[in-house]
């Protein structure tokens, strides 16, 4: 799956193929794939079907984003499928683990979940500055 191109011969996989190995590399079902890109369980079975709607581009970054392969390359079949190692944005272990959480998570939980850091965020600085305004 980590051909740039397709073999001499070959026409370039077509975006359902693309998506269909895209989600077997993740070893994911197609329930699975619609729970975690927040989409109803048909739209996944029309993604890869060969005359079946493509996703919007929206849909093909999440699907991307959970299934670890690069976005151009499912977009468009163009460069390598899997991302090289630097371009992860994680820099610390946590940051790695907070990560494969958040792709595992069904994309509509993504928005509570920010919220949530957001304000936890606001308390701690608020927290922090209520001690440092009595010492």
Same mark, same amino acid.
């Given at each position: 799956?980590?051909?740039?191109?397709?073999?001499?011969?070959?026409?370039?996989?077509?975006?359902?193929?693309?998506?269909?190995?895209?989600?077997?590399?993740?070893?994911?079902?197609?329930?699975?794939?619609?729970?975690?890109?927040?989409?109803?369980?048909?739209?996944?079975?029309?993604?890869?079907?060969?005359?079946?709607?493509? %996703?919007?581009?929206?849909? #093909? +970054?999440?699907?991307?984003?959970?299934?670890?392969? =690069?976005?151009?390359? /499912? $977009?468009?079949?163009?460069?390598?499928?899997?991302?090289?190692?630097?371009?992860?944005?994680?820099?610390?272990?946590?940051?790695?683990?907070?990560?494969?959480?958040?792709?595992?998570?069904?994309?509509?939980?993504?928005? %509570?979940?920010?919220?949530? #850091? +957001?304000?936890?965020?606001?308390?701690?600085?608020? =927290?922090?500055?209520? /001690? $440092?305004?009595?010492?």
């Amino acid at each position: 799956m980590n051909d740039d191109q397709a073999p001499v011969g070959r026409e370039p996989l077509r975006v359902f193929e693309r998506i269909l190995l895209a989600r077997r590399h993740a070893g994911l079902t197609k329930i699975a794939l619609a729970q975690r890109v927040g989409v109803c369980i048909s739209a996944a079975v029309q993604w890869e079907h060969p005359r079946g709607t493509v %996703p919007s581009v929206s849909n #093909l +970054l999440r699907i991307a984003a959970t299934t670890g392969v =690069a976005f151009e390359w /499912l $977009a468009t079949g163009r460069g390598a499928a899997l991302p090289g190692r630097d371009q992860t944005v994680a820099v610390t272990p946590l940051e790695k683990h907070l990560i494969a959480v958040v792709r595992r998570m069904p994309s509509h939980h993504h928005g %509570p979940l920010l919220d949530r #850091l +957001l304000e936890w965020t606001r308390e701690l600085d608020r =927290a922090a500055k209520a /001690l $440092a305004s009595t010492v």
